[in-house]
C-alpha cells in the first residue's frame, strides 16, 4: 500500500540554525499537507500544497512540493523555540484519494 | 480552539475493559475520522466516516469499532483492553471525503489501560 516516509525521526538543533524535514512518498500524490504538534497538543493544519513544483511560504517557514509529486520538504529558517513540535506530512495518493501521515518529525530547539 | 471536541480529556481503566470515547465535529464537517498516538509515534490512521457511513479503514484492531450517528457526532468503542492499547486518541473531522480537505484535529482523550 501507499507509504508516506519522513526523515529524519528526531531533529536537535540550536536556535537560530536552519531546520528541514523531507517527507518521500511511494507514489504519485494529488496534494500534500503540513501539520504541527506542540508538546502536549493536537496536530494543527500548516498548509496544503497542489501544485508540481509548488513552493509557498509562510514567514520563516517554506514548504516545497516536488516535481514529480512524490516528495515534499519543510524548512525553518533561523528556528525559534517557538518552533519545538512534531511536523507531520500528509499525503493524498492518486488513486485512492485518501490521506495518508507520514511519522512526523520531531524538533527540538535549544535555546 | 479547533472546534473539534472530545470527551472525556483522560480515561483509566483496567485490562479486559470496555470504553467509549465521543468526538462532536466542527459545525458544518461531515468526516470525522480518529487516530491512535502511543508515546514517541506518529498518528496511526484508524477509521474515518462521512455523513454517516463508513469511508476507510485503516490499522484499526477487531476490538474497536466506531460509528457516526445522525447528528454526526462519533463515538470509538475499545473493548476487552490490553495495556498495549494505552494511548492518546484523536478524533478529527473535515468539511468533505478525501484528502483534498484539511482536517481539524481535537484535544484527544489520554486512555490509561492498568
Known amino acids: 500500500g501507499q507509504q508516506v516516509m519522513q526523515i529524519p525521526q528526531y531533529q536537535h538543533v540550536q536556535e537560530g540554525e536552519d531546520f528541514t524535514t523531507y517527507c518521500n512518498s511511494s507514489?504519485?500524490?494529488?496534494?500534500i499537507q503540513w501539520y504541527k504538534q506542540r508538546p502536549g497538543g493536537h496536530p494543527v493544519f500548516l498548509i496544503q500544497l497542489v501544485k508540481s513544483g509548488e513552493v509557498k511560504k509562510q514567514k520563516r517557514l517554506t514548504f516545497q512540493f516536488g516535481e514529480a509529486k512524490k516528495n515534499s520538504s519543510l524548512h525553518i529558517t533561523a528556528t525559534q523555540t517557538t518552533d519545538v513540535g512534531t511536523y507531520f506530512c500528509?499525503?493524498?495518493?492518486?488513486?485512492?484519494?485518501?490521506?495518508?501521515f507520514g511519522q512526523g518529525t520531531t524538533l527540538q530547539v535549544k535555546p | 480552539d479547533s472546534g473539534v471536541t472530545q470527551t472525556p480529556k483522560h480515561l483509566i481503566t483496567a485490562t479486559g475493559q470496555r470504553v467509549t470515547l465521543r468526538c462532536s465535529p466542527r459545525s458544518g464537517d461531515l468526516s470525522v475520522y480518529w487516530y491512535q498516538q502511543s508515546l514517541d509515534q506518529g498518528l496511526q490512521f484508524l477509521i474515518q466516516?462521512?455523513?454517516?457511513?463508513?469511508?476507510a479503514k485503516g490499522n484499526i484492531l477487531e476490538r474497536f469499532s466506531a460509528q457516526q450517528f445522525p447528528d454526526l457526532h462519533s463515538e470509538l468503542n475499545l473493548s476487552s483492553l490490553e495495556l498495549g492499547d494505552s494511548a492518546l486518541y484523536f478524533c478529527?473531522?473535515?468539511?468533505?471525503?478525501?484528502?483534498?480537505?484539511?482536517?481539524?484535529f481535537g484535544p484527544g482523550t489520554r486512555l490509561t489501560v492498568t
Open positions: 478529527a473531522s473535515s468539511v468533505g471525503d478525501g484528502g483534498l480537505y484539511e482536517q481539524y
Open positions: 500528509a499525503g493524498r495518493a492518486s488513486n485512492t484519494g485518501k490521506l495518508i
Open positions: 507514489t504519485t500524490l494529488s496534494n
Open positions: 466516516y462521512y455523513n454517516g457511513e463508513e469511508r
